[in-house]
């Protein structure tokens, strides 16, 4: 004989319905770019012709997704005047050891002649990465 569970129970099993998380999607195309092999990367810093800003991230830090929106637009902003790269520490291993990143996300800024000027470790305001940004520039 099949027994029903009581009206009671019925209640427990069903789950509240979880709100709408909100995303935010930043379409930046070709602004940011991607690193996926340390050589590309050094190369493109030997030829700089204007300052760069490396931001050393990994996929699973929360601190390092806030920046991703912020990064992403102050590349678009700034496109032509700053060069702006995002390095997976986890995937490209050997550029996180020669710069001797510590702790994540950090913002490497450096010179149009591939000099590093000042870094920056973990999340911030849009507006100060924007005037460490600004001071690239001169």
Same mark, same amino acid.
């Given at each position: 004989?099949?027994?029903?569970?009581?009206?009671?129970?019925?209640?427990?099993?069903?789950?509240?319905?979880?709100?709408?998380?909100?995303?935010?999607?930043?379409?930046?195309?070709?602004?940011?770019?991607?690193?996926?092999?340390?050589?590309?990367?050094?190369?493109?810093?030997?030829?700089?012709?204007?300052?760069?800003?490396?931001?050393?991230?990994?996929?699973?830090?929360?601190?390092?997704?806030?920046?991703?929106?912020?990064?992403? !637009? @102050? &590349?678009? #902003? $700034?496109?032509?005047?700053?060069?702006?790269?995002?390095?997976? /520490? %986890?995937?490209?291993? !050997? @550029? &996180?050891? #020669? $710069?001797?990143?510590?702790?994540?996300?950090?913002?490497?800024? /450096? %010179?149009?002649?591939?000099?590093?000027?000042?870094?920056?470790?973990?999340?911030?305001?849009?507006?100060?990465?924007?005037?460490?940004?600004?001071?690239?520039?001169?």
């Amino acid at each position: 004989k099949k027994v029903e569970p009581k009206k009671e129970d019925k209640k427990s099993v069903v789950k509240k319905a979880e709100p709408a998380k909100k995303t935010i999607k930043t379409k930046v195309p070709d602004a940011v770019v991607s690193v996926v092999d340390a050589q590309e990367f050094e190369k493109d810093l030997k030829d700089l012709k204007i300052p760069m800003i490396a931001d050393f991230y990994a996929s699973w830090c929360m601190p390092c997704k806030l920046m991703h929106p912020i990064f992403d !637009e @102050l &590349a678009k #902003k $700034y496109s032509g005047k700053v060069r702006f790269y995002r390095v997976n /520490v %986890d995937e490209v291993k !050997e @550029l &996180a050891s #020669k $710069y001797e990143v510590q702790g994540i996300p950090t913002f490497i800024f /450096v %010179d149009s002649n591939g000099q590093e000027v000042t870094r920056e470790v973990g999340a911030m305001e849009k507006a100060d990465l924007e005037e460490l940004v600004k001071s690239l520039i001169g």
